[in-house]
């Protein structure tokens, strides 16, 4: 079985090893577009095998959370592109994630302040990281959302197809579509939500029409061997509740996209975020319908890790909140050292701390 430390040949990506940092929020980019910091941040880290970045949102409309870098505007590609630049000097490699937040927004981040969007007329009952009335960025309600007509759905996926056509020309060697904790494209897979009459709503071909012509117009546009994505069966975060045919759902989506010649399918096991877990044994059930090149982020260490790799659970593994801490975290893995637990309270607070102060062995 392969080592955690083996280089892996992702299509035309060589990594140079099995480890992948996952994509974290850390709503920094106090203008919408990389900084100096967003490059430390990113080109410390290059010694994973693959960086997928933070979630990039394809739009003003798909924001949710103030000071997260976008994709759509010319500062940010050209941000972007520092970062990428740093990252391929450190010989590490880097996908953008891809975002559309849908209804878990708030109308201050909305251009014109207009409604967020989503599959249907129901607010999430979630925090969105967004202004007050006094323009003070915190925690605020969901604003209520209206359902994007039949067109529009359209019109989303090709801000997805630009999104990732500039994210090429900022220089990443792929994109990971973001279908994961309850955004936009679970907000119309989710049975429980979605009660649409068109075609993007009620059976599950339709609910998962939406994710699937995005996966295509995206693939269609820089390469399939370019293009992933990230989904969390049976995930509750952002309002998401159970629904019948749930599990047939996701295994519906494993099959259709083990259809598709895509870079990889990307799963996230919600109980890293306080959320419940993905069932025991889904994970086993989801590959084999799929059958193809499968990533897997659920709390993973050293040793979990290469546990799951022995398994066959998983060709590739995620790590996210040790990479914050520990930003030579395969170096540590390789030579024993210690691992540095990372600080909540810093996850999304701005500014260096908790950011890119973090030490290197022998800082």
Do not use: C
């Amino acid at each position: 079985m392969p080592s955690i430390f083996d280089s892996y040949r992702l299509g035309p990506v060589e990594m140079k090893n099995h480890i992948i940092m996952a994509p974290m929020t850390r709503s920094r980019a106090m203008t919408l577009a990389p900084d100096d910091d967003t490059v430390t941040y990113y080109r410390q880290r290059a010694g994973a095998g693959l960086i997928i970045t933070e979630g990039t949102p394809v739009s003003e409309q798909a924001r949710g959370y103030a000071y997260t870098p976008g994709i759509y505007a010319p500062d940010q590609i050209a941000g972007w592109r520092r970062v990428t630049d740093a990252v391929h000097a450190e010989g590490g490699k880097i996908f953008s994630q891809l975002w559309h937040v849908g209804r878990q927004s708030h109308v201050s981040l909305q251009p014109g302040r207009g409604s967020p969007v989503s599959s249907v007329a129901v607010v999430a009952n979630i925090d969105a990281w967004a202004y007050d009335d006094n323009g003070v960025a915190g925690t605020v309600p969901s604003s209520l959302p209206r359902a994007l007509s039949t067109d529009e759905v359209a019109g989303v996926t090709r801000t997805f197809v630009k999104a990732a056509r500039n994210a090429m020309d900022a220089g990443f060697d792929g994109v990971e579509i973001h279908g994961a904790n309850g955004y936009l494209f679970e907000q119309f897979i989710n049975g429980g939500l979605n009660q649409r009459t068109d075609r993007f709503g009620g059976s599950i071909e339709n609910r998962l029409r939406f994710a699937l012509e995005t996966v295509d117009a995206v693939a269609n546009a820089i390469g399939a061997a370019r293009t992933g994505i990230r989904v969390s069966p049976f995930g509750s975060y952002g309002d998401m509740h159970r629904f019948e045919g749930e599990g047939e759902t996701w295994l519906a989506m494993a099959r259709a996209l083990g259809q598709r010649s895509i870079a990889y399918v990307h799963i996230s096991d919600q109980s890293t975020l306080g959320q419940p877990g993905i069932p025991d044994g889904f994970v086993d059930l989801f590959r084999k319908a799929y059958g193809k090149r499968l990533l897997l982020a659920a709390g993973f260490n050293q040793a979990t890790a290469q546990t799951a790799l022995d398994a066959g659970r998983a060709d590739l593994i995620a790590i996210g909140r040790l990479f914050i801490s520990n930003p030579d975290l395969i170096e540590r893995f390789r030579s024993g050292a210690p691992i540095i637990p990372p600080d909540p309270a810093t996850f999304y607070t701005g500014g260096r701390r908790g950011y890119i102060d973090y030490p290197a062995l022998g800082a």
